[in-house]
């Protein structure tokens, strides 16, 4: 007989590799010397295996474990981590095994035993340790002395509990759980299938004898099974099978509190039999276990699927509200950063005075842009020191700079008579307006303001979302939102950084400290931060939801006192959108036009000097040779300036053509040439490229260029009188303005009086398209063409409406005014359609010859 056991560990890599002994191991074991069998062997297995075959499915892959009928088997928990198989399969390293083996924890059930037998309480021998990794255990095979302290195996299980009961082992992986033993009354089935332990077993009666049937065995009531069971730990519920399942063979389901108790059921109770006088019946019953995943209840799962109309809303509210509380102050921050420059270190001293001095250096001279406008600013002073005076009132309105593209509008306000105020917002409409879907509008308006994070892209994921969950629910959830809401969003935000940074400005030890916010506000007017909106109205024809949106957000920062806000638009009709904004409220308006003929040379002759007046003295010692004292062509400038006018962009650009090496009448040429190309493509031939969807027709523009050709104004009445605008005319007129071809200037009680060329650079565009005799002659031929379906149209509905008087049975003598008023109309429309022929070939007769 064995003296100790020998514990055997294998190793070939298993789906979930255990601790394991080869049968090759145990043959030898049994055969080989006292002394070596002394030696024991805790590993965890290896990633290699040098066997194959394993205990880990029973002695020669059975599932079961042989005993000799003098032996008994015992069965040890909490031996092994049972969470160790989370872990099983990856490559641990080998200090592990020695902390986690049982001789290392003190689990080791030969040592327990050993330990037991040298107090004299246990008449035993153990033979063999087969451990079960998975299950946290381990199985040891004894015999009994022939002392006969212990007669049969409850004896021995008594006996083994009682001393672990005064001597408790706890491993250090488990201190509040001791190590348990019992033993085992069934035969157990070891496995090596996938399976893990649970707290559930599933407990199936079978008969005892093979062959007998199903039916035959004896289901056991909730009382005899928690009788069976209860030994093994603690129950927290008893699931019978429903009394008219018809599931073969028949079931119960033991819920035990902590999973060591299931595995010492069910190791120690699978197979056992259920005699008669333990209600198996006459044949017996067979308790077979194994482990069951419990299904846990998911009623609040299941409770927020089957109510999607009041879960989703939820939802819709909490992620709002979490967004509000995380985003909204980030987002604040921000705006405030983008308005105040803190986080521009370009605006930070020390990197002006390096560049400064780097400049200096490389003698770089200031941007073209600036150069001659001293004398622009000098003509605008009265608006510059106007806009200035305005922003120290309290009124609460708005402050609208208009005119014409290439006015300097943006410089005056921002360059000069904002130039010292540091609080200052400018926002450009003109992307914003430009951009194509809302993501990129949303994108765009909060790139104006610093507002960031935006998830713009979030707006039509969200909004598919919303689609889906309203087909499914019938109910709007609020996920997706508008480009309106996003807009109020990124305006209400930035009004709360507004506020802010005027508060801020604010001391505790002003004499007016008592007073509230708002009282604060509107005491100091000059305390407030400046929002410029510029392009406001561009391409407004495209919709208003962007401007309206603005002009809303603007009326509330200037009746709330939160902000200055000043309008720059390029829109005559402005008043329009701004009054929807501010009903009762007059605005303050600057218009600027093109400067006189005096400043537009100056400014010329000041660009021209620039160059010459940054670059270092001649070594020489003499002077600078400036271009306005030594150019001997510079005298054209008075005849060139009358041509190109007052506005701005058209006298820079003169002044680079002049300093490119051109003569100021070459140049003025070369710019007349590409004003009138510019309107052939954008105002005559580019209406038809637009497919129709612009307002006014290649006709009807160049009955205007023809008009204005010959006189630089004409009335507006007078035009509106024309055959060629008889429909729609005050559209085509303001649509025409608004692509700035023309200028209308309103006269007596704001009406519009005068009609004139949109830049002053048209005007001898428009006399040099209409000497083109070949373009006059088409597009004229254009006009007559339909001028004569006008015409026959007219003739069509007389005739008409003349045969309809003749087919009277009677002819009342009250319709022959009528009818001589149509015969009438019907001839001069006949006149004018014969007139126009005559017109037609003459000018088919000149396409017809001339290139």
């Not at 060591?260 to 006459?282: D, I, Q, R, S």
């Not at 979030?458 to 508008?482: H, L, P, R």
Request: hydrophobic content about 40%.
């Amino acid at each position: 007989m064995l003296s100790r056991p020998v514990w055997h560990t294998a190793g070939r890599r298993l789906p979930l590799p255990e601790l394991s002994r080869t049968t090759h191991s145990i043959l030898y074991a049994r055969n080989r010397p006292a002394s070596l069998l002394n030696q024991r062997l805790w590993t965890v297995p290896g990633r290699y295996a040098t066997t194959s075959t394993t205990l880990q499915a029973g002695e020669d892959q059975t599932g079961h474990i042989s005993a000799a009928p003098n032996e008994g088997l015992l069965f040890f928990n909490n031996v092994f981590p049972i969470q160790i198989r989370k872990i099983l399969g990856l490559p641990i390293p080998r200090l592990l095994d020695k902390i986690i083996s049982p001789t290392g924890s003190g689990t080791d059930p030969n040592v327990i035993l050993e330990r037991a037998r040298a107090k004299g309480s246990l008449p035993i021998n153990a033979t063999e340790v087969l451990p079960r990794m998975r299950e946290g255990g381990a199985f040891v095979k004894y015999t009994v002395d022939d002392s006969g302290a212990a007669s049969s195996d409850s004896d021995v299980e008594k006996l083994l509990q009682g001393y672990l009961n005064d001597n408790p082992v706890k491993p250090w992986w488990s201190p509040f759980r001791r190590v348990e033993v019992s033993v085992v009354k069934g035969r157990p089935w070891i496995e090596d299938l996938m399976r893990l332990p649970t707290p559930r077993l599933r407990v199936e009666f079978v008969p005892a004898e093979p062959g007998a049937g199903v039916s035959e065995a004896v289901e056991l009531s909730q009382e005899q099974l928690f009788e069976l069971f209860r030994p093994y730990g603690k129950l927290s519920d008893i699931v019978v099978q429903p009394p008219d399942s018809k599931v073969l063979p028949k079931f119960a389901y033991l819920d035990f509190a902590g999973l060591p108790n299931a595995t010492m059921a069910k190791n120690c109770m699978h197979g056992y039999v259920l005699t008669e006088a333990l209600g198996g019946g006459k044949k017996g019953t067979v308790v077979r276990l194994k482990y069951e995943a419990k299904i846990k209840p998911r009623w609040f799962k299941d409770w927020l699927f089957s109510h999607p109309r009041i879960v989703i809303p939820v939802l819709a509210a909490i992620v709002a509200t979490i967004t509000v509380a995380i985003f909204d102050p980030i987002r604040t921050f921000f705006v405030k950063a983008h308005i105040t420059r803190t986080l521009h270190f370009e605006d930070n001293k020390w990197y002006k005075w390096i560049k400064g001095y780097a400049t200096d250096i490389f003698h770089r001279r200031k941007q073209e842009d600036d150069d001659g406008m001293e004398a622009i600013w000098d003509d605008r002073k009265g608006n510059i020191e106007q806009i200035q005076t305005w922003l120290m009132e309290t009124a609460d309105t708005f402050i609208i700079v208009q005119g014409p593209r290439g006015t300097g509008k943006r410089e005056l306000v921002v360059d000069q008579a904002l130039q010292d105020v540091k609080l200052k917002a400018v926002i450009d409409c003109k992307p914003i307006q430009e951009a194509r879907g809302d993501s990129a509008t949303i994108s765009a308006a909060a790139m104006a303001v610093g507002y960031k994070p935006v998830f713009s892209w979030m707006n039509s994921i969200s909004g598919m979302i919303d689609m889906a969950a309203q087909g499914a629910t019938g109910v709007k959830t609020g996920f997706s939102e508008t480009l309106e809401s996003q807009l109020n969003k990124i305006w209400n935000t930035t009004t709360t950084a507004l506020r802010q940074i005027a508060l801020d400005s604010r001391d505790k030890d002003d004499k007016d400290a008592n007073l509230g916010d708002d009282e604060w506000l509107e005491a100091h007017p000059e305390r407030r931060p400046v929002v410029i909106i510029d392009n406001f109205l561009h391409k407004s024809q495209e919709g208003g939801i962007v401007y309206d949106k603005i002009a809303d957000w603007a009326a509330r920062l200037t009746t709330t006192n939160v902000a200055h806000v000043i309008f720059l638009t390029n829109d005559v009709s402005f008043s329009k959108s701004l009054s929807k904004a501010l009903p009762d409220r007059v605005f303050r308006q600057i218009s600027l036009s093109d400067c006189s003929p005096d400043v537009a040379k100056r400014f010329v002759v000041k660009h021209l000097d620039a160059d010459v007046e940054d670059e270092p003295a001649p070594k020489d010692g003499s002077e600078k040779k400036l271009p306005s004292r030594h150019r001997t062509d510079l005298g054209e400038l008075d005849t060139c300036i009358d041509y190109l006018g007052g506005r701005l962009t058209d006298l820079e650009f003169l002044a680079r053509r002049i300093k490119s090496g051109e003569t100021p009448t070459k140049a003025v040429h070369e710019m007349i040439d590409q004003s009138a190309s510019e309107i052939l493509k954008m105002y005559i031939f580019g209406a038809e490229d637009e497919g129709g969807n612009r307002n006014w027709n290649a006709e009807q523009a160049w009955f205007l260029i023809k008009k204005l050709a010959k006189v630089e104004s004409i009335r507006y009445n007078e035009v509106m009188l024309d055959d060629t605008l008889k429909s729609g005319g005050d559209n085509v007129l303001r649509a025409l303005e608004q692509a700035e071809l023309i200028t209308i200037v309103s006269g007596a009680n704001g009406r519009p009086s005068t009609i004139k060329p949109g830049k002053p650079v048209y005007y001898p565009a428009f006399k040099r398209l209409t000497e083109d005799n070949v373009l006059r002659s088409r597009l004229d031929l254009a006009i007559l063409t339909n001028l004569t379906k006008i015409e026959s149209a007219t003739i069509d509905k007389c005739e008409n409406e003349l045969l309809l008087l003749s087919q009277l049975r009677s002819q009342p003598a009250q319709t022959m005014g009528r009818v001589q008023y149509l015969l009438d109309k019907m001839m001069v429309s006949q006149q004018k359609v014969e007139k126009y022929e005559g017109e037609m070939k003459g000018l088919k007769k000149v396409l017809g010859t001339e290139y």
